[in-house]
């Protein structure tokens, strides 16, 4: 049986890259080492940074004020160290909060300074996306989540800014093309669309950093790890590796345009289904709706685990919504072949004449 892996993160892979990397383990570019044995300061392992460095600037189309390092933690880590770097304990950041995520960066950042939330859409349970906001002008960013794993929501249009713009793009990174220079800072966890878990990409403007008084840990400093070429410590050389395949994949399939065509028809073909469909009730705003994480319910909340259990019986992986939210949740990043959100909708479809 095939499976299809809807899961939100660690989630499904390109099949090229998991062969790829399965060699990798054993032989690494016929070195005889396995590319879990390999030196991160040696010319082997350079090169996989180097590449993984210049795809990203290659995709995001970023100039050299611009630099990309992958580091250790997830986008949890960045909640704390993005105010360390960027935030004074005398100055305020806006944070525009959507759900979970940017309600816990909020919280991380109000540790090292003043926080203004702009915007917070838990008036009508995160189903949408607050576009009409103030930003205090003396702000030192703006922080916005681009896509809600859990809530299942996405800003298709980024607010327009004065003060610095900071994302975290950790489920909709490289899902679409974008003027990415608009950005002082991006960071994502790379387990979504770019690779596995384990190591976290930030992509940070110059010019906004050293600004901050406070003495900043070593090994939180951004500027340290752009001087050290993201080799400060031993990264997670694996992880880095994976995430160099994903990129070169997602370069060699056509590019963020290519990216963004297949995600479209694949979320089109799923929000039609759900549409069309009594027995199913999406709660999204539709102009909200991400590409990434369809969130959905049943009408009647007793059809809920049998749905579930026929979704297992037919090797849909990963579509029982987050604990918080509940429901359904169809994750559809971009290795996810159309096929799999074919399955589902024919078995959304069966499952409603049945039971509907």
Same mark, same amino acid.
């Given at each position: *049986?095939k499976?299809?892996?809807?899961n939100s993160? =660690?989630s499904v892979?390109?099949?090229?890259?998991?062969?790829?990397a399965?060699?990798a @383990?054993?032989?690494f570019n016929?070195?005889?080492l396995?590319?879990?044995? @390999?030196? #991160?300061?040696t010319?082997?392992?350079?090169?996989?940074l180097?590449?993984?460095?210049?795809?990203? +600037?290659?995709l995001?189309?970023?100039?050299d004020d #611009?630099?990309?390092?992958?580091l #250790?933690?997830?986008?949890?880590?960045?909640?704390m160290?993005?105010?360390?770097?960027?935030l004074?304990?005398?100055?305020?950041?806006?944070?525009?909060?959507?759900?979970?995520? /940017?309600?816990?960066?909020?919280?991380?950042?109000?540790l090292?300074?003043?926080?203004? %939330?702009?915007?917070?859409?838990a008036?009508?349970?995160n189903?949408y996306?607050?576009?009409? $906001?103030?930003i205090?002008e003396?702000?030192?960013?703006?922080?916005?989540?681009?896509?809600?794993?859990?809530?299942?929501?996405?800003w #298709?249009?980024?607010p327009?800014?004065?003060v610095?713009?900071?994302?975290?793009?950790?489920?909709? @990174? $490289?899902?679409r093309?974008?003027?990415?220079?608009?950005?002082? $800072? %991006?960071?994502?966890?790379?387990?979504?669309?770019?690779?596995?878990?384990?190591?976290?990409m930030?992509? !940070?403007?110059?010019?906004?950093?050293?600004? !901050?008084n406070?003495r900043?840990?070593?090994? &939180?400093?951004?500027?340290?790890? @752009?001087?050290?070429?993201?080799l400060?410590?031993?990264p =997670?050389?694996?992880?880095?590796?994976v995430?160099?395949?994903?990129?070169?994949?997602i370069?060699?399939?056509? /590019?963020?345009p290519?990216m963004?065509?297949?995600n479209?028809?694949?979320a089109?073909?799923?929000?039609?289904?759900i549409d069309?469909?009594p027995?199913f009730?999406p709660?999204?705003?539709?102009?909200?709706?991400?590409?990434?994480n369809?969130v959905?319910?049943l009408?009647? =909340?007793?059809?809920?685990?049998?749905?579930?259990?026929?979704?297992? +019986?037919?090797g849909m %992986?990963? !579509?029982?919504g987050?604990?918080?939210?509940?429901? %359904?949740?169809?994750? &559809?990043y971009n290795?996810?072949?159309q096929s799999?959100?074919?399955?589902i909708?024919?078995l *959304?479809?069966?499952?409603?004449?049945?039971?509907?």
């Open positions: *049986m499976l299809h892996n809807f993160g =660690p892979l390109p099949q090229t890259v998991m062969e790829q399965s060699q @383990i054993l032989d016929g070195t005889g396995s590319i879990l044995e @390999i030196g #991160h300061r010319t082997h392992f350079q090169a996989v180097d590449e993984a460095i210049a795809s990203v +600037k290659q995001m189309d970023l100039g #611009h630099d990309v390092l992958f #250790h933690g997830g986008a949890t880590t960045q909640f160290q993005v105010p360390m770097n960027l004074d304990d005398q100055a305020t950041a806006a944070y525009h909060i959507n759900g979970i995520w /940017g309600k816990k960066a909020a919280t991380e950042a109000a090292f300074g003043k926080v203004t %939330i702009v915007a917070d859409s008036d009508r349970q189903t996306i607050q576009k009409e $906001f103030s205090p003396a702000a030192s960013y703006l922080h916005i989540t681009s896509n809600n794993t859990v809530e299942g929501t996405q #298709h249009q980024f327009e800014t004065s610095p713009l900071v994302a975290d793009m950790s489920s909709d @990174i $490289f899902c093309p974008a003027n990415y220079n608009r950005f002082a $800072f %991006i960071y994502a966890g790379a387990q979504k669309n770019m690779g596995a878990a384990g190591v976290n930030v992509v !940070v403007r110059k010019d906004v950093l050293g600004k !901050v406070r900043i840990p070593t090994i &939180m400093d951004y500027q340290k790890h @752009i001087a050290a070429g993201s400060m410590n031993t =997670p050389v694996f992880a880095v590796y995430s160099m395949l994903t990129l070169r994949w370069i060699q399939e056509g /590019g963020l290519e963004e065509k297949r479209q028809a694949k089109n073909l799923l929000y039609q289904t069309s469909l027995l009730t709660t999204v705003a539709k102009e909200d709706r991400s590409l990434m369809a959905f319910f009408n009647d =909340p007793a059809l809920e685990p049998v749905f579930l259990d026929e979704c297992k +019986k037919e %992986i990963g !579509v029982k987050y604990r918080t939210v509940g429901g %359904i949740r169809v994750s &559809m290795a996810l072949d799999s959100v074919e399955a909708c024919s *959304m479809q069966d499952f409603a004449r049945r039971k509907g």
